[in-house]
């Protein structure tokens, strides 16, 4: 057990370390970061207690062992820019990103199994080539750009859905008015991560399906006289399952932590859209004065 497990500890040891030493190593100073505009005025006793309140003036091995021993104490720090433990502020914005990200992810993996799945059972007719075609048209697309798209179709030209938020903060609405207005939001990132990640559920379902349709096992279920229904979904699917589930957990830690392009597209109350809440909001304004110039053209 430990053999196993050594190797994986080795690894996590090894990005903790680039994720400490990485930002060290860049050029400059890291006052700007911490106090803004200001550092410029610091006189060098003000920077010598910032850089030791930081604990900066200490070696950079004492460094990392520290890092490492409030890593293991749940210590995440402090962020620089809202000035509050991070701890507090992933677990104010995780039931959002869970959310968002649970939503797309379950819509995702269950349409891309069924399609998957029939697409393989029939190959060669209709939906699979639909299907296959579509799969590929949105796996080439850019997840940003697929993005920006749908906004600039639902909430620009066609004022439909909701741009901004993950509900609407300035209408005091409770009850079932509340979870239908968070749904109501909910619709376009939701949809936009569900496309981006339906592809690719697709194409690997379909892939493995195809493999084991043709199998000794299927022939055997089917000369039994067994449902056709329970042949796919009960004997091929739950062999195939296997690339299915490794790329479902995949999806799972995209979604829930690297998926801050939509955040910034149209920024919920996610991690990421505290950090780029301001950019998002020029990306909106940009849509708006583009769609309404080419309106009055």
């Given at each position: 057990m430990l053999r196993r497990s050594l190797p994986h500890l080795l690894v996590l040891l090894l990005a903790l370390a680039i994720n400490f030493f990485l930002p060290r190593a860049m050029p400059g100073s890291p006052l700007p970061y911490m106090?803004?505009?200001?550092?410029?005025?610091?006189?060098?006793?003000?920077?010598?207690?910032?850089?030791?309140?930081?604990g900066l003036e200490r070696p950079l091995w004492e460094?990392?062992?520290?890092?490492?021993?409030?890593?293991?104490?749940?210590?995440?720090?402090?962020?620089?820019?809202?000035?509050?433990?991070?701890?507090?502020?992933?677990?104010?914005?995780?039931?959002?990103?869970?959310?968002?990200?649970?939503?797309?992810?379950?819509?995702?993996?269950?349409?891309?199994?069924?399609?998957?799945?029939?697409?393989?059972?029939?190959?060669?007719?209709?939906?699979?080539?639909?299907?296959?075609?579509?799969?590929?048209?949105?796996?080439?697309?850019?997840?940003?750009?697929?993005?920006?798209?749908?906004?600039?179709?639902f909430a620009v030209q066609w004022p439909i859905l909701p741009v901004y938020g993950a509900y609407t903060a300035w209408a005091n609405l409770q009850g079932l008015a509340w979870l239908l207005d968070v749904g109501r939001h909910l619709i376009l990132p939701a949809l936009t991560l569900t496309l981006s990640s339906l592809a690719g559920m697709f194409l690997v379902t379909r892939y493995?399906?195809?493999?084991?349709?043709?199998?000794?096992?299927?022939?055997?279920?089917?000369?039994?006289?067994?449902?056709?229904?329970?042949?796919?979904?009960?004997?091929?699917?739950?062999?195939?399952?296997?690339?299915?589930?490794?790329?479902?957990?995949?999806?799972?830690?995209?979604?829930?932590?690297?998926?801050?392009?939509?955040r910034r597209c149209s920024p919920t109350q996610g991690w990421a859209g505290s950090c780029t809440r301001r950019r998002a909001r020029g990306t909106t304004l940009f849509f708006r004065g583009f769609c309404s110039s080419s309106r009055s053209r």
């Open positions: 106090v803004g505009e200001e550092a410029g005025r610091l006189s060098p006793e003000e920077r010598q207690w910032v850089l030791a309140h930081y460094q990392f062992g520290l890092y490492l021993r409030r890593l293991l104490q749940g210590d995440l720090g402090r962020s620089l820019q809202d000035k509050q433990p991070v701890l507090q502020l992933i677990l104010e914005r995780l039931p959002w990103t869970l959310l968002l990200s649970g939503s797309a992810l379950l819509l995702a993996s269950g349409l891309g199994l069924l399609l998957g799945a029939f697409a393989a059972r029939y190959r060669g007719g209709w939906l699979d080539r639909t299907g296959f075609a579509g799969a590929v048209l949105l796996d080439a697309m850019p997840s940003f750009w697929l993005g920006m798209l749908l906004i600039a179709l493995a399906m195809l493999g084991t349709l043709h199998q000794d096992y299927i022939r055997t279920a089917r000369a039994k006289g067994l449902p056709e229904r329970q042949v796919i979904f009960k004997h091929a699917l739950r062999n195939a399952a296997l690339p299915v589930v490794t790329l479902f957990m995949l999806n799972l830690g995209s979604l829930v932590g690297g998926r801050w392009w939509w």
